[in-house]
């Protein structure tokens, strides 16, 4: 059985973004191995993956979706994405953050794979994460960036 990974679009951006080489050199081993996993995002990194207004960095990032399960959001993926910010996990500002949170918790991803260092990748937000989690008697999930996984 293939681990379950979710992707936020910080994962898909670094393989291209060769401002920051360190990052998108140890993101280009997760690339090569990607047919290990069932990946998946939800439409919420298929939207941010859109966003580029230069068509042909816009079609490259979509280009990278190939053989990814994309997610609808649902309602049960906004109200805990809600929950994370009410219960400080996350500032209302980052609610996108917590919506990528929620729609791998909910979707039973193994991990969350990204490069959100600031925002995600950090000791103190994941054991909130799944504090928050364990409370609502939801499965906890691995937050990784690529080269941890």
């Known amino acids: 059985m293939k681990l379950r990974v979710y992707l936020d679009t910080s994962v ?33 990194g298929r939207d941010e993956l859109r966003q580029p207004s230069d068509p042909v960095q816009r ?34 500002t980052m609610l996108n953050d917590a919506l990528h949170v929620a729609a791998a918790v909910i979707s039973r991803q193994d991990v969350l794979l990204l490069w959100n260092f600031r925002h995600l990748v950090n000791r103190r937000r994941r054991a909130k994460v799944n504090d928050v989690n364990v409370e609502a008697g939801l499965p906890t999930i691995e937050i990784l960036a690529p080269s941890e996984l």
């Open 12 to 44: 898909f951006s670094a393989y291209f973004d060769s401002r920051v080489r360190d990052r998108q050199r140890e993101t280009e081993p997760f690339w090569a191995r990607r047919q290990e996993f069932d990946l998946a995002t939800s439409e919420l």
């Open 59 to 92: 079609r490259r990032l979509l280009g990278l979706l190939r053989g990814f399960t994309v997610l609808a959001v649902t309602e049960e993926m906004k109200q805990l994405g809600q929950r994370y910010v009410r219960e400080g996990v996350f500032a209302a």
